[in-house]
């Protein structure tokens, strides 16, 4: 079992930057394959971006590629997204997620965080 605790999330002007966070509690952490996706309003949750445990590979949709980096920190347990030159349009609830290797579907998830930009 993993819980996840998303943070970091706020309201930012265009063009500015934002880091979230997402704690995780439970076994192996280090083990599972991470990502961020996010919900806007009226809209279907969508990928965000995603990083590998073994090789640290990472994957990002289109519409944040080059503006957003994830990472993870297996020693304190924690997965990030660095978030620059935001754009109204990334206004969304964020959620991080986490999914066994084995598994095509993501098994955990957290609660969300708000991410709002102000044009």
């Known amino acids: 079992q993993v819980q996840l605790v998303e943070s970091g999330g706020g309201l930012v002007q265009t063009g500015g930057s934002l880091r979230l966070s997402c704690a995780a509690s439970g076994r192996a952490f280090g083990t599972y394959n991470m990502g961020w996706f996010r919900q806007a309003p009226g809209k279907e949750r969508e990928f965000v971006a995603s990083?590998?445990?073994?090789?640290?590979?990472?994957y990002y949709a289109d519409s944040v590629k080059g503006r957003f980096t994830i990472s993870r920190d297996n020693a304190k347990n924690t997965l990030y997204l660095q978030m620059s030159s935001l754009k109204p349009e990334d206004t969304a609830v964020y959620y991080c997620a986490a999914r066994r290797p084995i598994n095509t579907q993501y098994d955990y998830w957290g609660q969300g965080t708000q991410v709002t930009v102000s044009s």
């Open positions: 990083i590998l445990w073994k090789t640290e590979t990472t």
